[in-house]
Structure formats: C-alpha cells, structure tokens
C-alpha cells in the first residue's frame, strides 16, 4: 500500500474523507423523515422546527415555560441552554430567508421543499463544523499508527449508520453533543485537560443525555488531579473546577436571575413523569416489562429508585478503576462501559439513546475492530422498527451493507492477526439471527393479537447483546495496562507501562531500557579496550 509521504497529503485525504462523508449524507437527506405528513404531532422534524419558532419569537424566561404562546405539550423544549441557543440561531436565519417557516402559532407542521433542504443543511453544518473534525483530531493526535491506517479507521467511523440515520434520515442534532464529547476526549489525551472540561461541559449543556459520560470525565480528571507530578495537585483541581463552573455559569446565565426559573429548565430537562421507558428500547427495563409487566405493578418512584440503585451499581466498578489508574486507554473504555450501562438501566431511556454508548465504542475500534463492529452493526439494528416508521429502511440496507464492506476492506489492509476463532462464530450467528428477524419483520404482517412482537423480538435480542457487550469491554477495560504515548518521553508510574511504536504494535518499555542499557555497557567495554 502507497504511504502517505506528506502532511499535505494527509491534508488532502483528509479534505477527500469529509467530502465523501458529507455526500453520504446528503444521500440520506434526501429520503423521508420523523413524522413527515403526520398530523397532529408529527415527529422529531417538527419538534426541532418548532423549537425555533418558539425560541425566536419569545422572550428567553418564556422558552421552557408554558403559556398561551408556548405550550408545551406540543414538543415543548426539554434539552439544555446550548441546544436552545443553536435553534435561536437557526430560526433566526430561517426568519431571514422565508418568514413562514416560523411564524408564531401559524407555523405548526410546516413541510415544504425549501424548508427540507434548510433544515437538512443546519445537521450537514454542524457535521462540518464539530463531528467530523472531532472525529479526525481524535485518531489522527490520539493513536499511535500509521497515517493511512489512522485515516482509513476515520473514515469507516464516519460511515457508521446509525448517527447517519438518526441525524440526517430521522432528523436529530446528536452530531453536536457527540462531537463537543468527542473532542473533550481528544484533547484530554492531548494533555489539554482544562480544553477537555470546557468541551464536555458544553456537550452536557446540548444534551443531558451526556450524562452518560459524565462518570468517566469526572474520575479520569480527578484521578489526573491526584497523580499529578508536574504542577501542584490542589492547583490543578481548582483550575478544572474554575473551567467547569464558569463554562456551566455562561450556559446557564440567562435563567439564573431567579431559582424558579432554573428549577423549570430542570424539571423539563428530568421529566421523571414520562415513565421508566420510551416505545421498545433494547434495556433491560423494557425487556423486564414484557415478561413481568412491571411498569403496572411497581410504583413509579420504586422504578425511579431500582433504576438508580442499578445504573450505579452498574458504572462505580469502571469509575473506580479509573480513578485510580486514570489512563487513556482505560479512559476510553469506561466511557463505552459506562454509558451502556447507563442506557441498559437508568431511567427514561430513548431507544435513539444507544449512539452514546456506539460512538464510545468507535473510539476504541483500533484497538477491538472486531468487536466494535458487532456492536455498532447491532446498535444500528436496534433502531431497525423506528426507521422502519420513517421510510428509511432502504437506506438502512445501504448504509450497514456499505459499513460491513468497509470494515472488511480494513482487516484485509491492516489486520494481519486472525480474530479469535469463538469471538468470530458468536459474530456470524448473531449477524444471521440479525438478518433473519430483520426480514420477517419487513415481510410478515404481525398477527392481531401481537401488533408490536416484531419491535419486541429486536429489543431482546438487542438487549441481550448489548448485556454480552457490556461484560466484555468491562473485562478489556479491567485487564487493560495504563500505556504510554510517544509523548511521555518515558514511563512513569506504574512497572508494566507499555508504548506502541510507528507501526501500532505495543512493545514493553522496560525491554526497551534494559536493552539500550545493555548497549551502551557493551560500547563501553569496546572503548574501554
């Protein structure tokens, strides 16, 4: 394979990634989305429509408030003060190029070709502006291979289906938080550890669902904090918390003139009322409920406590791991660890929810490209009855079938190592299970009786998965060694740190020490004579 011999080559596939990735997209745009031509409520389209009609036209106290002009239960706003922001943003240019698009009141369910291709265009900016050049500054700064290795894994990433799907076929921002995450992830590796708190506070502040990862960034700084040796550990804690606070206080700024106010954005960000659980999300809670029912036999603030009580249970052993022995590696694999435990137990769970655990998992593909794969293919099938509704089955096929052949081109160019052969069988028979319930829900009507078996078989079966894959990434991030990076110069800290070379293959430093030691004796005794 040619190598790259250049940074402006690099540049240029760089460009050339981007461009094919964004063409993609604008191929899914085309097709239909949430909710289209389906009065009253139409879908997740509309709600980001009328987000910005609303937000445009009233004041900033009125935006999470129900009045006469903002009723909230019509896709009333229930996100942080960034993704509010964003769409005042947007409705302030939509305003600018066709006033109908969010005029107050008269405005509700407005479809039109011009608006498609507006909105279609806020998601591609945003891709163009955050997710994709976050997804580049990570692999490109963070791992330790070859150029054109580091590239080609970027780009299977970035034509993972399911936030292709979600984003650009449903209609959804995810991009913007993912990215903001995704980039606080990079520069923590980087060493940018006050750079990496800004960019997570405002991924938390587009979306609670960050919450996911709050429990890694917290341990992994703080444990930073704790084993600090080139500044003073006291010093440095209060420099990220400083960072944090100011970064949380600019957000939140406008709804802080009075405590009813900043408890209204809260209860609409925790609607602890919705109930434990969205249509058929593949957690366990779902899967419980079909067999036990227990959203009718249990009180709701039971399930509130249980889904707490777990969700913990769940994410303390891979936090305290981290916080401990706060690697990047480990880091890596507790934000996957956690945030599926998050989306497995906690509390009103959408099944759109499972990209923050997918998107964990592309970070770690290099190092598990197998496993990763499985996973993001199954995460995507998991949403298989929502695309479905939405008319995007076609690209679904397209998109996974385009994913599996590029993951193939990747093992047969820069995987040499066969996968374990048991790892291997698990993953055909669970793509043939996959493929089979895929088709009898696409081909076969459901019975009367049983409207929703089709949607309830994926959710089990997805969830089933999803538990197999939360044991397996907590046994890697549990048996995994803190590595060092070109960067350290040499190792510290702990006796069996390890560093990969040029080529990614992981090599022990302490060999390396003692063979240069041996080296230098060996010169000596030649001069020495």
């Given at each position: 394979?040619?190598?790259i011999s250049s940074p402006k080559h690099a540049f240029g596939l760089s460009l050339l990634i981007i461009s094919i990735s964004i063409s993609v997209r604008w191929c899914v745009a085309i097709y239909s989305f949430s909710g289209a031509g389906k009065p ?20 900033v106290k009125e935006w999470y408030q129900n009045t006469t002009d903002n009723d909230l239960q019509y896709w009333g706003l229930d996100y942080p003060p960034l993704t509010a922001y964003h769409s005042w943003i947007c409705g302030y240019i939509a305003n ?72 650009h076929g449903h209609f959804q921002y995810n991009n913007a938080s993912l990215g903001f995450a995704v980039l606080a992830v990079a520069m923590i590796g980087l060493r940018r550890d006050l750079w990496g708190s800004f960019l997570f506070v405002c991924a ?326």
């Amino acid at each position: 394979m040619a190598t790259i011999s250049s940074p402006k080559h690099a540049f240029g596939l760089s460009l050339l990634i981007i461009s094919i990735s964004i063409s993609v997209r604008w191929c899914v745009a085309i097709y239909s989305f949430s909710g289209a031509g389906k009065p009253p409520l139409f879908g997740d389209y509309e709600a980001q429509r009328h987000w910005m009609e609303v937000i445009y036209n009233l004041p900033v106290k009125e935006w999470y408030q129900n009045t006469t002009d903002n009723d909230l239960q019509y896709w009333g706003l229930d996100y942080p003060p960034l993704t509010a922001y964003h769409s005042w943003i947007c409705g302030y240019i939509a305003n600018k190029i066709d006033p109908d698009w969010v005029a107050l009141h008269s405005s509700r369910g407005f479809e039109s070709g011009a608006h498609k291709i507006f909105m279609r265009s806020t998601v591609i900016l945003i891709d163009l502006l955050i997710y994709l050049p976050a997804i580049l500054l990570f692999y490109l700064t963070t791992l330790r291979r070859s150029t054109e290795e580091k590239l080609f894994i970027s780009s299977v990433i970035l034509m993972y289906p399911g936030l292709i799907l979600i984003d650009h076929g449903h209609f959804q921002y995810n991009n913007a938080s993912l990215g903001f995450a995704v980039l606080a992830v990079a520069m923590i590796g980087l060493r940018r550890d006050l750079w990496g708190s800004f960019l997570f506070v405002c991924a938390l502040n587009y979306k609670q669902m960050e919450l996911y990862h709050s429990v890694p960034f917290f341990c992994v700084l703080l444990g930073k904090c704790f084993k600090s040796t080139q500044e003073y550990r006291l010093w440095k804690l209060i420099k990220i918390g400083f960072v944090v606070l100011l970064t949380f206080g600019l957000c939140w700024f406008p709804f802080l003139s009075d405590v009813d106010s900043a408890l209204q954005v809260l209860r609409r960000l925790f609607p602890f009322g919705r109930g434990l659980f969205e249509d058929k999300v593949s957690n366990l809670w779902c899967v419980l409920d079909v067999l036990l029912k227990i959203k009718r036999l249990v009180a709701q603030e039971h399930l509130v406590l249980a889904s707490l009580v777990s969700t913990l249970a769940a994410v303390a052993p891979s936090g305290l791991d981290l916080l401990l022995t706060p690697s990047m590696e480990k880091f890596k694999y507790s934000l996957v660890n956690c945030s599926l435990a998050f989306f497995l137990f906690s509390y009103q769970v959408h099944e759109k929810s499972i990209l923050i655990p997918a998107v964990s998992a592309c970070l770690v593909f290099a190092e598990q490209p197998f496993l990763v794969s499985w996973f993001l293919i199954i995460s995507t099938f998991s949403m298989l009855p929502l695309l479905i509704k939405d008319g995007l089955l076609l690209t679904y096929t397209a998109l996974t079938s385009m994913f599996i052949i590029m993951v193939v081109i990747y093992f047969r160019i820069f995987r040499s190592e066969p996968t374990k052969r048991l790892l291997k069988v698990m993953g055909v028979l669970s793509f043939i299970g996959m493929s089979i319930l895929g088709l009898l829900s696409v081909t076969i009507p459901p019975p009367a009786r049983y409207p929703d078996i089709f949607p309830v078989l994926i959710s089990g079966y997805c969830c089933v998965h999803f538990l197999f894959f939360l044991v397996g990434f907590y046994y890697l991030q549990l048996m995994s060694v803190p590595m060092a990076t070109a960067q350290d110069g040499k190792v510290k800290g702990h006796p069996k740190a390890r560093v990969k070379n040029n080529e990614g293959k992981v090599e022990d430093q302490t060999k390396n020490i003692t063979k240069n030691s041996k080296k230098q004796k060996k010169k000596k005794k030649k001069k020495a004579e």
